[in-house]
Each structure stands twice: as C-alpha cells, then as structure tokens.
C-alpha cells in the first residue's frame, strides 16, 4: 500500500532563519505531488505541484520554493522566513493518469510557527 | 475554476444520518466532485468522488442531480468519531488549481 510521511510534526524557528521540510512517498511510482499551507479555520491554499523530477509549478509567488530531487521526495525550503509564513504545511500525491480525476493524499503535515 | 458553497457548521447526533450539500453552480463539463474529510491536526482524507448521479462506497454515499449544479453527501448514522471538517471539491485532471473552501464544521452530539 501507498504511504506518505512527511516531517517534523511541529516546528518553531526564528524570523529569518532557514527551512526545509521533506515529504515522501513510498509504495507508488511517478506520482503528482504537492504543497499546500492552511491557516487556522480555514481551507487549503495549494503552494506547488510537481508532475514530475525537476518539474515544479508554483500557484503562490512567496519567499518559498520547492524542489523534487527524487521521484518520490518532494522538499519545501525558504531562505529567510517570513512571520507570515507559520501555519500547517501539508504535502499530498496524487495518481498521475491522463483520463481521470484521482484524489489526492495527504501527510500528517507539519505545523510550523514563526517567532 | 468551479467555486463551491457549503454550510459553515452543521451539529447532529449519534445514530442519525447526516447529509451536507454543497453547491458548485458553475461546474464545467470535466469537473468531478471530490470529498474529504479533516480532524484537527491532520491532513484532509479522501471520502468519495463523483461525476454524476450517485455514488456509494462502505463510509458515505454522493448523490449528484443530473445539472450537476450541488452535491449532497450522505453519512449514515453518524457516530462522535465522525465529528470533523468535510470539503466539498470540484475539479479536472489538471488536479492543480482545486479552490478548497473553509468546509463544513461537522459536530457530533452524543
């Protein structure tokens, strides 16, 4: 069976230092993969998708960037984080076919606050 | 991009059946609908997905009329386990640009 994990659960870091937070798939081959953010209440705002390695699409211009070294391992960095970059940060995959809409799977994601 | 409206929280009991609708008035012709589920703290989990008429599968059914303006998902007797958010999602393959609402705050009463 497919699973996704991604890590660390919870995070706490300082204005302007680094980050990076990894996800991975296992049990699936070529898969679309995904980072979404959700603030509290609220729903999820998609923040890159990748179709495959290297390919990254960004929906949201920001101080973050993704890349996908591995078929299966996606990676959400920042050089400098902002205060309005804390929030849940969850990383999903997908089916990748040509015909069919395929939902999409979720980590436990990871909760990340700014100080 | 389909936009959807649901119900910003529901409350019910333990026992009933529960059925949110959600309404996507401007589905296009290739959008499924898609449900999840969320608990605090966790990622969103995928229920059930349709394109039209009704679709069932062992935990909710998805009954789509045949202008595929809305949607209602169906939860038979609901148990204090299926408190959560449900999001009501339309969408093509191009799977990227998904508008998720702030979903249905479901409450179980015991």
């Known amino acids: 069976s497919q699973t996704i994990h991604q890590w660390p659960a919870t995070l706490v870091q300082p204005v302007g230092s680094p980050l990076s937070l990894e996800c991975t798939v296992e049990?699936?081959?070529?898969?679309?993969l995904y980072w979404y953010r959700q603030a509290a209440g609220r729903g999820l705002q998609l923040l890159f998708y990748s179709v495959g390695i290297g390919q990254i699409s960004s929906e949201v211009p920001q101080n973050l960037s993704a890349s996908r070294p591995q078929d299966r391992q996606f990676i959400l960095s920042s050089k400098k984080l902002l205060l309005s970059d804390s929030g849940f940060y969850l990383c999903?995959?997908?089916?990748?076919?040509?015909?069919?809409?395929?939902?999409?799977?979720f980590g436990d994601g990871t909760r990340l606050s700014i100080l | 991009l389909a936009k959807t409206t649901q119900p910003i929280s529901m409350d019910s009991y333990e026992g009933q059946e529960v059925n949110i609708t959600c309404s996507h008035n401007n589905i296009a012709t290739n959008d499924y609908i898609t449900w999840y589920q969320q608990f605090p703290s966790q990622g969103p989990r995928f229920i059930i997905q349709g394109y039209k008429t009704k679709v069932t599968n062992e935990v909710a059914s998805l009954f789509i009329p045949a202008d595929r303006k809305s949607s209602t998902l169906s939860l038979p007797r609901v148990s204090l386990s299926d408190t959560a958010v449900y999001y009501c999602l339309v969408g093509d393959d191009s799977n990227y640009q998904l508008i998720w609402g702030a979903g249905t705050k479901l409450i179980i009463k015991p």
């Open positions: 049990g699936t081959s070529n898969p679309n």
């Open positions: 999903a995959w997908s089916v990748r076919t040509v015909n069919s809409n395929q939902p999409q799977h």
